[in-house]
């Protein structure tokens, strides 16, 4: 052995640290868990709001799928109405008039079948032809899933 304190046979090999683990994370990585947690919780509550809010369009759709006459779509598309606006903008309108309001609340133009049906279809006794019930209920399908709703106001 060389007693020459430079030499190179006195060298080791470098000990590496062991790896620094994944777990725990550091401090501000909780913080950015935290934050993630959240949001994740207020778009849940948003969510189930909305899903809660929307209660009345599914319930509708539904009988709408059991409504066979003019009338009874018509009625449906009335109740409908009624779940979300005041009932002094909707319970005396009728005709032209409910018509033109049904279209105004929907992106959607209202076929001129479906707006003659709504304005007499309803009051005949004869039947409605199946294409125009049919142009009505996809028409009612329409307004109920898409129909704006009312802007809250403090205004009696």
Do not use: C
Not at 37 to 66: G, P
Not at 70 to 88: N, V
Not at 89 to 97: D, Q, R, V
């Amino acid at each position: 052995m060389n007693d020459d304190p430079t030499s190179l046979d006195r060298l080791h090999d470098l000990v590496l640290p062991p790896p620094v683990p994944w777990w725990p994370p550091a401090v501000g990585w909780y913080f950015v868990f935290g934050i993630l947690v959240v949001v994740a919780i207020l778009f849940s509550v948003k969510y189930w709001r909305r899903w809660k809010q929307n209660a009345f369009r599914r319930e509708a759709l539904q009988a709408l799928l059991e409504a066979n006459t003019a009338g009874a779509i018509s009625e449906l598309l009335r109740r409908t109405a009624l779940a979300t606006f005041p009932r002094r903008l909707i319970a005396n309108k009728s005709g032209t008039e409910w018509t033109a309001w049904l279209a105004k609340q929907t992106k959607e133009p209202m076929p001129a079948k479906v707006q003659q049906v709504l304005s007499e279809g309803v009051y005949r006794k004869s039947t409605v032809p199946s294409e125009d019930l049919q142009a009505l209920r996809d028409y009612a399908e329409l307004w109920i899933r898409d129909h704006s709703l009312p802007e809250i106001t403090d205004k009696p």
